[in-house]
């Protein structure tokens, strides 16, 4: 009797869950997620193949490296919303979902596990724009689309209601203008002035006379010497103001 009880045992599958209250045999047959799953399944046995190379199984690291490699292992907040998948999350839904894990999920598996990975997702998301219930169906629409490649995490929840509080980024033409350069300060020079995006000075500006040089008396110099050098100094000043 014990014998038979433990044989009975290991051949019952566990029940594949969607979340903790949803089971998978509510989940599945409900008339969304059949009808999202109409619409897709051409596509999802094209990525089956793709992913599997044609196998009789896709195997788990097929299953996470395609999700990680359309970066769908996130936490981020779309509109406001938690949109969350980690890995753990991705395999719990692939051993729920396969028959034989270690070898991986037959075609027939796969939505079983896209469903349970979709729900996971966006089981932070009610409600869209138009007042309707974001449904199972529409969690496995976005997951789709993100697996595809079709859509990003922005369009795939494109009609969602945003939270509460929420405010969309300003676009780039509402953002306020860069603030005016102010005009070069008086006596600063045109280098300095046009690096800083001011127009530098005309180029017909007179430029200054040179102030005269200092003069240094020679240690042992005559005061007739230190004379007759501050008179060529000064002709030479008014030689330079003349030619200019």
Excluded at 53 to 69: F, K, N, S, V
Aim: charged share 20%.
């Amino acid at each position: 009797m014990r014998d038979a009880t433990l044989t009975r045992h290991a051949h019952t599958r566990p029940t594949l869950t969607l979340g903790a209250h949803t089971p998978a045999r509510q989940v599945l047959p409900s008339s969304e997620v059949q009808a999202a799953l109409g619409e897709i399944q051409r596509e999802l046995s094209s990525w089956y193949e793709l992913v599997s190379e044609g196998a009789d199984y896709l195997t788990l690291e097929q299953w996470l490296r395609a999700i990680d490699g359309r970066q769908l292992l996130t936490d981020v907040s779309v509109r406001g919303h938690a949109v969350r998948l980690t890995e753990p999350q991705a395999r719990g839904a692939f051993f729920l979902a396969a028959t034989h894990p270690v070898d991986g999920l037959l075609p027939s598996e796969l939505s079983a596990c896209v469903v349970k990975t979709a729900c996971e997702k966006y089981r932070g998301i009610e409600v869209l724009s138009n007042g309707m219930r974001f449904t199972n169906g529409d969690r496995v629409r976005a997951f789709v689309a993100n697996l595809l490649g079709t859509a990003d995490e922005e369009e795939a929840l494109a009609d969602v209601r945003p939270a509460a509080g929420w405010t969309p980024p300003p676009a780039a033409a509402d953002r306020a203008p860069a603030p005016a350069r102010r005009p070069p300060a008086a006596g600063q020079p045109a280098a300095t002035a046009a690096a800083r995006g001011a127009a530098p000075a005309p180029a017909d500006a007179r430029p200054r006379a040179a102030a005269p040089a200092a003069t240094v008396p020679v240690v042992g110099a005559s005061p007739t010497d230190a004379a007759s050098d501050a008179a060529l100094a000064g002709a030479g000043q008014e030689r330079a103001v003349a030619i200019s």
